[in-house]
């Protein structure tokens, strides 16, 4: 989920003192219902150290009604609380019904520090995650509502931080010997928190990522996205007091994670240099398909991207040169009246390809969290639900030892246009533009906003998301085929080195 | 969820020739709305070789409209089927709404057969039972109802109908080698299958366990559960619908396991006896309660049982010789305000024991499927989901290295009816017996179905429940000390051979 994200978001003095005012304010009076309503709230803080947690619970409190909440420091656990299941001193912290707890670390200290200290045995983790995963289903079935808020920061700055707390008398000693062990060992500690978000966001208790590199813009989303938390729990509350549902938009657009926007989309490739990359890259992926052929390893690619992205031109070059038998394209319109009887993710399952054999998709299961949500083909908590789902059902394959990569192709709405533009004028190509497209293009913002919150949530260790820059078909085209080519190349090392 | 199960029952021909005639009726009238509700349908058939999964299939379709269901077995997988997930193969047999798929054997032969075969690695097992709770959760989230059988016989009964098959030509090829080796090694066959049950018994799709030594009584009760289970999906249908909840009785009580009705109640033992064994088992327990303080292994034990039953005596004669600063007693009664305000299980987390120390619960967190669910303090989807709850926290002490125990203490309706009598003439006594014992007496039945599915339901290999026959209190009180002494010593050896 970290790869995603862009550690460069920032916002001006002015925007803070307004969202501040305004935010404050609104969770003041949002506080106050959750005490009528008699919904308790639990606050999670993790991230990295030196991202900002302790001045974040400060800034937050504020807006707070101080006889409403406890803030909780879990350092180190004390000799009491290790003579007891590590969930203990969590359990007996729980918040009454109108009451918030806020967490400054939290039960995630032992799935992420205490697991980079080797403080417990990697046999024992499946059981703590487990564990974790069944105390949060069990509060939030109980009307708990659980936020949990990740603040990221890059080695970089971490180290910088460190340093300036070291050079001050009086913030010196907050800076421990543990500490400079997480930074010069970043990336381990970074693989051990990535999983951690993987294997316990789920959809009743998920995470929420807080670029922390500046701290003016991870106080206003936190400010936000906790008040946005309030306010849905307390609709979710009247809704089934009311015994109906409604769909009301959530107001924290602003600061959902802008992986899109960090692509930069001026990259590009000259015809000479695409020819010459092109030709080096098949006779690889040729030799490279045969041997997935006999080490029996399963590939599974995904193609998803704005329409008129240039998915199915980088679908050919990708296939032609590939041994027939050996891959399988399958594309993905609306479902069928068979499809519409079953499970969505159904007609995928279906198509799963055999070990040795790859299987690539033109339009994916991700349907469900972009065209159906914006459509409202499916309910807010089914394509909530779905994140987990998906990964899931990914996380099965790559344990059955697949290689599953999906691509996002990306062009930017100007690019779009002239593309449509050039497929009306064009008779061969007319048949590829229809009404819809055009009604689609205006919900772009929409689709913008999904497709960013679907790749933070499902770009997994083992099933990435490659966000690939397709304003210039020559690179994209290269993109695909080298990375797939790469990602190939190490799953057969990898399985070469364990028989 | 086995050991509490009395394979010893059975019914008359003429009790099942009228189950039959009406619950086949029954069924088919249900399948025929769940095909015009559009609700699908997945019945898991598993258990021991030789317990019937086959005939057992076959006379429950014989109720069943034939163009409305699909009967899968499911053997070794093909070569197809191995060189991809091993849920692919379940993924692509999924009912389409309103029909039925049957499955003799099913996704959970990953976990059991194949584990017995040495198959699948010991460190898979977390993954593949993770891949199995998701598929079912993601069904059941999606409408589907997963009706999952377990059927039962005891390592004689399997060897008897072994030899009966193979002493026939027609049916000889039926008994394999591989079935012979688990019958050799029943008894690790059967502590894979109690661990698979215990970790899959999951609310949205929990386990049923038919005794499957006498064929008519199991197929008596499979054909009431399918039924029971399709009427209830079909009531939770129409209550999302309309929007509202409604308790209606489940009709097949008669057969649910019965595992109060299996305690020899006229277990007694003389004074003289009870003198004798009582002075050594205190001598014991008071050597072994100072080992576990310096091993650090925390102890839980809860009492449960009939009022007046004689919870507090056998409490009393528990701690008299213990070292009163190593363990305490909880008595519960109905929750304060405080503890209203919290989720039901926080009230006995706070008293969690430390590493080394005993904790006892007079009555305990069974109170959810007890009392609450009797007079109605909670909803029925609460008291469901509380039997994975409550194996979930005590599976999470077990894992912290807890012993963790649970008494039921059984008298019948008149020991207790004396007992209450006695109570009520003796003046120092008086105070022990209210108006609510007699209302609780008149609910008598009621209570005795939740004790028996609690029994099965949360007696677990981590966590046991103890059936203490307690009409004769030396008895009772002799069984509830031995079995602590003997749980401790078994913990104790343990602790010592791992450190």
Chains 1, 2 share one sequence.
Not at 9 to 34: A, H
């Amino acid at each position: 989920m970290l790869e995603k994200i862009d550690l460069s978001k920032k916002i001006d003095k002015e925007t803070y003192k307004d969202t501040k005012t305004e935010q404050s304010e609104r969770l003041g009076l949002l506080q106050r219902e959750c005490k009528e309503a008699g919904i308790p709230v639990m606050i999670v803080f993790e991230g990295m150290g030196a991202s900002g947690k302790g001045t974040q619970i400060n800034r937050l409190i504020q807006a707070l009604d101080p006889r409403g909440f406890d803030v909780y420091a879990n350092d180190k656990s004390t000799e009491e609380e290790r003579m007891r299941p590590f969930l203990w001193r969590f359990w007996t912290k729980l918040p009454a019904q109108g009451r918030i707890a806020l967490f400054d670390r939290s039960w995630y200290r032992q799935v992420t520090i205490e697991r980079f200290e080797g403080k417990i045995p990697e046999m024992a983790l499946p059981e703590a995650f487990q564990d974790i995963q069944s105390f949060e289903r069990q509060l939030t079935d109980d009307g708990m509502v659980i936020i949990k808020l990740f603040l990221y920061i890059s080695k970089e700055e971490q180290k910088k931080r460190f340093n300036r707390l070291e050079a001050s008398k009086e913030t010196s000693w907050r800076v421990t010997e543990e500490d400079w062990k997480r930074n010069k060992e970043y990336g381990r500690f970074l693989e051990i928190s990535e999983e951690m978000l993987q294997r316990t966001d789920m959809d009743y208790a998920p995470w929420t990522i807080i670029e922390g590199t500046d701290r003016e813009y991870a106080s206003a989303k936190i400010i936000t996205q906790v008040a946005d938390c309030l306010e849905d729990a307390l609709r979710q509350r009247k809704i089934r007091g009311e015994r109906k549902e409604k769909e009301v938009p959530v107001r924290s657009e602003k600061y959902q994670s802008g992986v899109l926007s960090g692509a930069d989309l001026s990259k590009t490739m000259t015809k000479e240099e695409y020819k010459r990359e092109m030709r080096r890259l098949k006779e690889t992926l040729e030799s490279l398909h045969s041997q997935i052929y006999r080490l029996r390893i399963p590939v599974v690619l995904g193609f998803e991207g704005w329409d008129a992205a240039g998915k199915g031109g980088a679908i050919k070059r990708l296939t032609s040169h590939l041994d027939p038998r050996g891959y399988k394209v399958y594309p993905t319109s609306a479902p069928n009246d068979l499809e519409r009887v079953h499970h969505y993710l159904w007609r995928f399952w279906n198509h799963v390809p055999k070990a040795g054999h790859i299987a690539i998709f033109d339009r994916t299961w991700y349907g469900r969290v972009l065209v159906e949500r914006i459509e409202g083909f499916c309910s807010k908590s089914e394509w909530k639900q779905a994140y987990q789902e998906i990964n899931e059902m990914e996380n099965h394959m790559a344990n059955a030892g697949a290689v599953v990569i999906k691509f996002w192709l990306h062009i930017d709405k100007d690019e779009q246009e002239k593309r449509f533009k050039e497929r009306q004028e064009n008779p061969s190509k007319q048949w590829k533009i229809t009404e819809e497209d055009w009604r689609n293009r205006e919900k772009w913002d929409q689709y913008e906003s999904a497709v960013n919150e679907m790749l933070v949530r499902t770009s997994t260790t083992y099933a990435p998301w490659v966000v690939v820059e397709a304003n210039c078909k020559y690179y994209a085209r290269i993109k695909v085929l080298k990375t797939v080519v790469e990602a190939l190349e190490s799953e057969i090392k990898k399985s070469k080195k364990n028989s």
